[in-house]
């Protein structure tokens, strides 16, 4: 019963003598609806004996003027359903039924249709064969139709991976044999399609927005749109044929998800300076990288993966964040260890290639760790991608944050997985999360391991500020600063302003625990920050710190406790009047009653 949802009248015809379309292959009838889902749905199945019973009733009608949803048209449907018989015949029927009147190439322009786009997106051969031979409407492989896009782009773009994409080329490992649609491609360049003829472009006015001084700006490439999944040999076919390794064209925002590409302000979904390296980057295509590396011309291959797109990010960016559809959505739970192998490798081979980029930053300030946590992947990926990314030694600048003020790029990025995986700072992702807040929570040993590999423990950033000097700032911190001080900290080194870690302990703070229910942690007590904060000194003095050094204000560590103390003391006043104040006045209105 391949029909079932229509063997009964739609509800709109209740009361009506409804007739049958056709019999469904256990004989029940099949009737259609107002609205056309049926012949969607045999469009659908690719279903060409049901499609021409739909066309000889005489109460039904495949194509309409209008649909109140265009992806409700039958040749859309087939051509999402790869349903490409039924495709072929509802075109055969069109030209020869005198009751559609609109020549066929207007009808498809109208409906944005264009056959030979389809049949080559799809690499059907036999399909664009056919349209060829019968000099169909709309049927060159030279000309522009469909979003301006010849049949070669169209090729291109519908090109799929096969395999898992990790393939490796080199002298071990040749590169793989092309697929059907890349030989496919391969065909439409013998038959002379041309790589240059088929990149598109947008016309950019200069000034005002009506001027008529326009000058062409490269939108896609033929490279650009085959570069996701194409393989070493099809990639080196394009470049022979003239395709620009290093040509900068738009490109989708990798940061933004599907339905924000479709946002109607370009800075939202469009990004430029686009290179086939950052695509091949962003969708970890080994063969598709090893091909542009190899066919890279004079740049060497340390310029090449440090080229920029318009934001500053370099094709490292771009892997780490990975196309939406190949991001690993797994949850990552304790058992889990599903880590994309050729994401890492990707990673890997970018970070070798130049180990400087490790600390490139995008134009917002982003850096690797920004872009590693923005993945849709799970914890237990994350942190790998993190241990792999410390691996390279980053330096402590790369660390640091414009404006400590204000939440980091990174730590909005932590808080988005958070929200998407529905687990608000899982413990799996709690040193990378601390690693992005700069300290709003303990942060483990581990970590700071981690961190302090390669570097020394008393090194200093731009304030000359040491690890000890940011840490103490914070006191849920205290089990990491006291490991920081067994390794040998400076407990008596200046900043620019004189400070040491003991006057910074005096500006430091304690983030109130809440409860499930959203109430204050009654298990944090309300004097834990200054209970806290005695003990931190004690530690620090313990280690020789001194209390007595003045900054280049002429304070001491001392002095800043006192007038710390002093505020407390006024604070505490000023609540128990307030507190007084309020039990008179309700004594007050009892008396009266």
Known sequence: MAYHPFHQPHSDFEGQDVEPIFYDTDGSPVYDDPYGALMGYIAS??????????????KTKIFWEAYDNPFWHPLLVAEESGSFDALRLMLEIYLADPSYTEPL??????????????????????????????????????DRFKCEETPLFSAARGLKREDDGSSICDDANPPRPMNKHEEFICFLLDQGCSVADSNIYVKQSEGDHNSLNQTAELEGTV??????????????????????????????????????????????????????????????????????????????????????????????????????????????????????????TTIKLLLEANPDTI?????LGESVFNFAVQCHAGPATIIAIVDMLLDAKPLASTFEYPDPLSRTALQDAVDNHADRSGRNRDVNLHDVYVLAVGGDEPIGIHMIKRLLEGTSINDTDGDGCTALHYLVRDLDQIDAIQYLISL????????????????????????????????????????????????????????????DQPNKAGQTPAQLLDELNERRRRKADVDRQRAQRGRGRGRGCESQR
Not at 109 to 135: T, Y
Not at 503 to 515: A, F, L, N, W
């Open 359 to 363: 600390n490139a930053r995008s134009q």
């Open 223 to 344: 490279l650009g749109a085959a570069i996701p999944n194409a393989g070493y040999k099809m990639v080196s076919r394009l470049i022979a044929e003239g395709a620009k390794v290093h040509a900068c064209q738009i490109w989708l925002d990798p940061t933004k998800t599907e339905g924000e590409w479709f946002d109607t302000t370009d800075i939202l979904r469009k990004r430029k300076g686009v290179t086939a390296l950052h695509i091949a980057s962003l969708n970890w295509n080994l063969e598709g990288i090893h091909a542009l590396i190899d066919h890279r011309g004079d740049l060497s291959v340390a310029e090449m993966v440090s080229k920029a797109d318009e934001n500053g990010r370099l094709p490292l960016h771009w892997a780490l964040l990975g196309y939406y559809n190949d991001r690993n959505t797994n949850t990552d739970e304790n058992n889990q260890t599903e880590i994309p192998p050729r994401m890492m």
């Open 105 to 142: 190439d207007q009808y498809l322009k109208r409906i944005g249709f264009s056959p030979i786009n389809v049949a080559c997106a799809a690499a059907q051969k036999e399909l664009m064969l056919w349209l060829l031979d019968h000099a169909f409407p709309q049927a060159t492989i030279h």
């Open 45 to 58: 199945k690719n279903d060409v004996a049901a499609l021409k019973l739909y066309q000889d009733h005489p």
């Open 488 to 547: 040998g900290a400076d407990v008596n080194v200046i900043n620019h302003k004189g400070n040491t870690p003991l006057h910074e302990v005096m500006k430091s703070t304690m983030i109130r625990r809440m409860g499930e229910d959203g109430l204050p942690d009654p298990s944090q007590p309300l004097d834990s920050p200054y209970t806290t904060r005695e003990e931190l000194i004690q530690m620090l003095v313990d280690a020789g710190g001194s209390m």
